[in-house]
């Protein structure tokens, strides 16, 4: 059975801090990674995804990929009290599969 | 342009009814998802469709459960003799052919008594 699994947190940092959200999957021919935001109450919304090893930045954003050691991170510079909430990893499989495993999510709180 | 559109946004029903929850996904989405997120759980899935047609839906918990596209565009969710361990948000999520990257509706709260 193919896991992502997500430290639940809830991970507290510092407004301005940079926040760091690890992601780690069993299988080891996946392909497709991406990462998603949802506040409290809210419907998840695509922040990136990654598709090769290394990093892959977009705005205060950074993706890193490691297929390696099988692990995904997103990285958040300068965080924000906006920035609080959960961030969900999604992984698709090796073969071409049009079906995520969602990790259940990681809390994030920017404390002022 | 429109974004993912769920309907109800919330339904509240007596146990042993049945329920129908609607998508309509982003105009052009050829993929159509559907997830259910419990209380504090993370995404469960459902079922996935390409066009009108369902390659996966290894995900519906059981024969009460069942859903359809038609035309390609609109989906609806059927739950049938609804429990309370149905009690759930469900969320719809499209995306262009090709493109595994989703895009979620804002969901329909079922609360079943």
């Known amino acids: 059975q193919k896991e992502v699994e997500q430290n639940s947190g809830p991970l507290s940092v510092p407004e301005g801090a940079i926040a760091s959200l690890n992601c780690t999957y069993s299988d080891r021919g996946s392909q497709s990674f991406f990462w998603y935001r949802q506040y409290s109450g809210k419907s998840p919304e695509l922040i990136m995804s990654i598709y090769s090893n290394g990093d892959k930045e ?48 990681t809390s994030l709180i920017v404390h002022p | 342009g429109a974004g993912v559109s769920q309907s109800p946004s919330n339904k509240v029903t007596e146990k042993g009814k049945d329920v129908e929850l609607r998508c309509d996904p982003i105009s052009g989405h050829t993929a159509l998802y559907w997830y259910r997120q419990s209380l504090g759980q993370g995404l469960e899935f459902l079922i996935y469709f390409q066009g009108n047609s369902a390659p996966d839906k290894s995900g519906l918990p059981s024969d009460r459960f069942s859903a359809e596209r038609t035309g390609g565009s609109v989906s609806t969710l059927t739950i049938q003799r609804t429990q309370q361990e149905d009690s759930a948000v469900y969320l719809c999520a499209s995306s262009f052919q090709g493109d595994r990257a989703q895009h979620f509706g804002d969901g329909t709260r079922l609360s079943i008594l």
């Open chain 1, 58 to 105: 977009d705005g205060r954003f950074t993706a890193q990929l490691n297929k390696a050691s099988q692990y995904v991170s997103l990285l958040i510079r300068d965080s924000q009290p906006s920035d609080s909430a959960t961030y969900l990893c999604a992984v698709y499989a090796s073969g071409g599969s049009y079906i995520p495993t969602f990790g259940r999510g």
